[in-house]
């Protein structure tokens, strides 16, 4: 089992891939003609856009969940975005959506979008890259975005690996509509997982790939979340968010199966709140 530290990119996740390379190509695009930006995001995604559009000198407004770690809040301010708190994750898609649907602004989703997807891409290719003989690769879930890129860049460079996705128990969107064959809604509790919570976009295009691409979802509980920040730390002297220990979660509860002989576990990200990794720990 090794780690792909996703936790020490420049904003601490991984979504600055995927902000980046959808900034870039924006940009490529429309040069000096680019519109201003709007996006829904836990935080991470909305740290990472900040930081790029910041880069590019484009406006961004990024509407966010009320209960939203401060750590990601502070950040997302500190690079210059206009910041729009919400009632809840699916509240604030909404409201980004219907932003953007006025013409005022470019939607960003933070999972949904084909040059965010790509970028998150970039990190199957590195696994493969790095240990061509990965069998398993371990990816937490939320919207989507993540586990979309790696699995399409996994499939397409590796016969033998096959990736499997985790989402916690409080929010198993991809569970519930992969159980149904089509896109439900369900019911979302709070988690320490807080980038992985809240239903899917009626129409993203990452259930198609998901259900194409994955090998299976399992889930995770809070406990099992909170045991393997706490490994993490104790052991390898990592901080990672509810979010970024997921995948972790799954494989120290023997969720993911016995029969890989090497497995690639994503830390997706590290951006928790200082007290609540203390407490946690």
Same mark, same amino acid.
Do not use: W
């Given at each position: ?103 005022? *602004? ?9 040059? $965010? %997807? =790509? +970028? @998150?891409?970039?990190? &199957? ?114 901080? *990672? ?9 799954? $494989? %120290? =509860? +023997? @969720?993911?199966?016995? &029969? ?22």
């Amino acid at each position: 089992m090794f780690l792909k530290l996703e936790t020490l990119q420049p904003t601490f996740s991984f979504k600055i891939r995927g902000a980046l390379n959808a900034v870039l190509a924006l940009v490529e695009r429309s040069g000096k003609d680019a519109p201003p930006l709007v996006t829904a995001s836990a935080g991470n995604h909305g740290r990472a856009l900040a930081y790029a559009s910041r880069m590019a000198g484009i406006p961004l407004t990024v509407y966010v969940p009320a209960e939203a770690p401060r750590t990601k809040i502070d950040a997302i301010r500190r690079a210059g975005a206009q910041l729009e708190t919400c009632e809840s994750f699916d509240d604030a898609e909404a409201r980004a959506k219907e932003h953007g649907a006025t013409g005022g *602004a470019l939607f960003i989703s933070p999972y949904s979008h084909p040059d $965010v %997807i =790509a +970028g @998150a891409g970039t990190i &199957g290719m590195e696994i493969l890259e790095d240990r061509p003989g990965v069998d398993t690769v371990v990816v937490p879930v939320g919207g989507g975005g993540l586990i979309s890129g790696v699995a399409s860049a996994v499939s397409a460079l590796s016969h033998a690996a096959a990736v499997i996705g985790v989402e916690a128990e409080a929010s198993t969107a991809f569970t519930q509509s992969l159980a149904a064959g089509h896109i439900v809604p369900v019911e979302v509790h709070s988690t320490l997982a807080d980038g992985l919570g809240g239903n899917l976009d009626p129409d993203t295009i990452t259930f198609e790939i998901v259900q194409r691409l994955v090998k299976r979802i399992v889930v995770v509980r809070e406990d099992q979340l909170q045991d393997a920040i706490a490994v993490l730390f104790r052991e390898e002297r990592l901080i *990672a968010e509810g979010a970024g220990a997921a995948a972790t979660a799954a $494989v %120290i =509860a +023997g @969720a993911i199966g016995s &029969g890989s002989r090497e497995v690639a576990v994503i830390v997706s990200g590290a951006n928790i709140d200082s007290d609540k990794f203390k407490t946690l720990i």
